[in-house]
């Protein structure tokens, strides 16, 4: 099965809304956890990182819990502008080498 | 300083035929990847060198893709008789230090006609 799980369809919402988008993995053992992000006509860039349980990666208000109980590594920003709009990407560590990523969402921040 | 660079942007070729990708890691870097992202699809993992060896080649899908990072800099993605299903955009990453924190190319698209 796959090892990053995103949810479903792109996310429309608009300025200073709540934004969520959920993430689950599959895992043995503490792999890192991340969430890139790639704006329209960039390269993917890393937007926050955790490396152990309980850890809370942050940056440019985005925050992201790592749950080892539930497995999940949720995104989230308070108020979300239209410059937020990208698409975000959810990755998990093997080892100190490749990364496997969630298949994306695309969210749209509409004035 | 500079990013990761990846040559060309874009490669259109017909199928059949031979392609080469190039990349450029951040200078320093020694731990270098190849990833492949499909339409509406997150990156998937081809290979993994670290200095100038394969460390895990485990994602290339086949023996038509090759990778070579000769002197610990520079990679050469290499794809001999190239399919429609080729048709892709291929990352570069690289890394230094722990915790995989990978710093991507801006990727070069092929397209397989």
């Known amino acids: 099965g796959d090892s990053v799980t995103q949810m479903e369809g792109p996310v429309t919402l608009s300025e200073e809304a709540f934004l969520t988008i959920n993430c689950t993995y599959t895992?043995?053992?503490?792999?890192?956890l991340f969430w890139y992000v790639q704006y329209p006509g960039e390269g993917l860039q890393l937007l926050l990182k955790a490396t152990k349980a309980d850890d809370k990666g942050s940056n440019k208000g985005f925050e992201a819990t790592y749950r080892k109980e539930t497995t999940s590594f949720h995104l989230e920003k308070g108020s979300v502008q239209v410059s937020d709009s990208a698409v975000y990407f959810c990755a998990r560590g093997y080892g100190n080498n490749r990364l496997a990523f969630g298949k994306g969402n695309q969210v749209v921040v509409i004035p | 300083g500079a990013g990761v660079s990846q040559t060309p942007s874009n490669k259109v070729t017909e199928k059949g035929k031979y392609v080469e990708l190039r990349c450029d890691p951040i200078?320093?870097?020694?731990?270098l990847y190849w990833y492949r992202q499909s339409l509406g699809q997150g990156p998937e993992f081809l290979i993994y060198f670290q200095g100038t060896g394969a460390a895990d080649d485990s994602g290339l899908p086949n023996d038509r893709f090759f990778a070579v990072r000769p002197e610990g800099s520079v990679s050469t993605l290499k794809i001999q008789r190239t399919e429609r299903g080729d048709s892709a955009v291929y990352l570069c990453?690289?890394?230094?230090?722990?915790?995989?924190?990978?710093?991507f190319g801006p990727g070069t698209r092929l397209t397989v006609l």
């Open positions: 200078s320093g870097h020694t731990a």
């Open positions: 990453a690289s890394s230094v230090g722990k915790d995989n924190e990978q710093f």
């Open positions: 895992a043995t053992g503490y792999p890192s």
